[in-house]
Each structure stands twice: as structure tokens, then as C-alpha cells.
């Protein structure tokens, strides 16, 4: 591990103010992802600045009539907080279908967020990887590409985003809650949060440097049945190899969010409207323009099987 300098923020503006200070420097709060980084040496921040004090850790009712969960709130807090449960189940099956209770116990929302890929070429750092130094190639491409993306790549990266709770955010519609080094403050759509890898795949989002999540907003509850199925190589702590999040209401009508396929969580609004007629139809144009490996080429029908046991399981009440 590098050295780094550290220091406890006392507001978000001061925390945000002082990552802007130092090129480089990363927020920590519970850690789960940044500090396995930097024993790698994959993340070499010269300045850490803590976040755990800014009392960011409340989920609040809105007066939209959703919730506002703060950005320190603990993956196993927002799993189990009875509105949630209730109101946003989606949320909460994905977020216990992430990784293991201890993990969760330390895992924030923003980092949830903020998470970076499992690609193993990124974690290997005798490979070359544009996510972990840009330009230097992509050894998924042409490699064993088994749990990589396939909508939304591009030739300088195939890898996917790991977060289970993300995907179930998309389908809420959630926003994102910032504050700006300079104090101010902006909301940004789920769906416009995590960028495409184009040329840069190393700029996973939108934030700017310095930039600090306060909060995650959910919008006023929908109802139907709300659902997450994720498959994978094991039944525990493994990432998705394709995950559904879904919001059916009793007539089939509804939204769907898709992960493990793409370099964010992948949501086509205009597919949701095939919902009634199945998982093929809405398959098809989610997946418009999927350009699949050898290896993964097995996510295509995945997908549409994902869905298909969704709506059926939706059905049954």
C-alpha cells in the first residue's frame, strides 16, 4: 500500500472542499472496496478524507411522500428498515442479495454506488486495463470475457458494474444528492450517474473531483410486486452474472432494470412497456445492439429466462 496523508471531514462542504485540494484524493467511509484497491495498489490515493462524521447515516421521509437515505446509511440498515421493506422491496431483496451480512454491516450507499468492477483484469496488475491505466488496452477483450458486458461496450472496455443495490435503484427511478467543493449542491437521475466506457472507461460516473453523495432519493412509492433475481456461479457471495430488478403492477405493466450485462445498470425505459407481452419482447429491446463475446454470448437468453421467471413469479401474487 502507498502512503497516503488522512483527515477527518466535519460537514459535507468541508469534505468536498478538502478532496478537492489534493489530485487524487478518495472519501472513505466504510472502505469494503477502496482499501482491498489500495493493498493492490490498483487505487494509490495520496489523501484520504473520512467521512463517517458527518452524520449522513438517516433515512428521512420526504415531502414528495418517498425517502431520503443518507449517504453513510449501512447496506444492513437500509435492507432491514421496515419502510423499505414495505414500500421499495426491490431494494431490499437486492441489497440482502449482496454480498455477506459483515460486509454489509460496513457498506455505505454511496459506496454502493461508487463501486468498482470485479473484472479480473482489472485486479490483475501484470495485465494491461484502460479502467486501471488509461490506454494501455483491454485484456478482456480477446480473453476469457465469461462475466463480462454485453450491450453498452465499447473497444476500449467490456466490463461490467458490480452493484446488486444499483440495479434496484435504477428501476425506482432514484436520485442522487451531491454537494460541490465550492458548497453547491445538485440532483442527479440514477439513470444518468454512471457513464458508458466510450474512450475513458477509467470515468465511471459523473461526479466531479471532489464531489461528495449526501444522499439517495427515492421517489414516492409505485406498489406492484417488486422483485430481484439474481443468478450467479454460487448461491452466496458471488457478483451477478445477470441480475433483474423488477416492479410489476397487477395489470403487467411495470419497469425493469438489468445488471451484470453492461458497465452500469442497464435500464431501457421504452421496454418496459412490453412487460405484458413477456421476457422475450422485452429482452429484445433491451438488448438491441448487444455485441456479445464467445464466452458470454450465454447472457442474451439469460436475460430473457431472468425476466421470464420474474413475471411468473410476479404472477403468482
Given at each position: ?25 478518495r472519501?472513505i ?45 449501512r ?149 406492484g ?21 423488477a ?7 411495470g ?21 405484458p ?32 421467471a420474474v ?7
Amino acid at each position: 500500500m502507498k502512503v497516503f496523508t488522512y483527515e477527518k471531514a466535519r460537514t459535507p462542504a468541508e469534505a468536498a472542499a478538502a478532496a478537492a485540494r489534493v489530485p487524487g484524493a478518495r472519501f472513505i467511509a466504510g472502505g469494503t472496496n477502496l482499501l482491498d484497491l489500495m493493498k493492490l495498489e490498483i487505487e494509490t490515493p495520496p489523501h484520504l478524507v473520512d467521512v463517517n462524521g458527518l452524520a449522513l447515516d438517516k433515512i428521512e421521509p420526504t415531502r414528495e411522500g418517498g425517502l431520503r437515505v443518507g449517504a453513510l446509511v449501512r447496506n444492513t440498515d437500509l435492507a432491514a428498515d421496515e419502510r423499505v421493506r414495505r414500500d421499495y422491496g426491490v431494494l431490499s431483496r437486492a441489497l440482502l442479495a449482496g454480498a455477506s451480512a459483515q460486509l454489509r454491516n460496513k457498506a455505505t450507499t454511496a459506496g454502493n454506488l461508487l463501486q468498482r468492477t470485479r473484472c479480473p483484469y482489472f485486479y490483475d496488475t501484470a495485465q494491461p486495463c484502460n479502467k486501471r491505466q488509461p490506454g494501455s488496452g483491454c485484456s478482456a477483450i480477446g480473453g476469457f470475457s465469461r462475466h463480462h458486458a454485453i450491450v453498452g461496450t465499447s473497444e476500449a472496455c467490456i466490463a461490467t458494474h458490480p452493484s446488486d443495490m444499483a440495479v434496484a435503484m435504477a428501476a425506482l427511478e432514484a436520485t442522487v444528492e451531491t454537494v460541490q467543493p465550492n458548497g453547491a449542491t445538485r440532483t442527479i437521475p440514477i439513470a444518468d450517474f454512471h457513464k458508458l466506457p466510450g474512450n475513458t472507461p477509467h470515468i465511471e460516473h459523473v461526479l466531479a473531483p471532489g464531489e461528495l453523495i449526501t444522499a439517495v432519493t427515492l421517489p414516492k412509492p409505485v406498489g406492484g410486486k417488486q422483485l430481484y433475481h439474481k443468478v450467479r456461479d454460487r448461491a452466496s457471495y458471488a457478483f451477478a452474472l445477470v441480475s433483474v430488478a423488477a416492479i410489476v403492477q397487477p395489470d403487467g405493466t411495470g419497469r425493469v432494470a438489468v445488471g451484470g450485462i453492461a458497465h452500469k445498470p442497464w435500464r431501457v425505459p421504452a421496454a418496459d412497456q412490453n412487460l405484458p407481452r413477456g421476457g422475450r419482447a422485452v429482452a429484445e429491446q433491451l438488448l438491441a445492439g448487444a455485441k456479445p463475446m464467445h464466452d458470454n454470448a450465454y447472457k442474451v437468453p439469460l436475460v430473457q429466462r431472468t425476466i421470464d421467471a420474474v413475471l411468473a413469479e410476479a404472477k403468482k401474487g
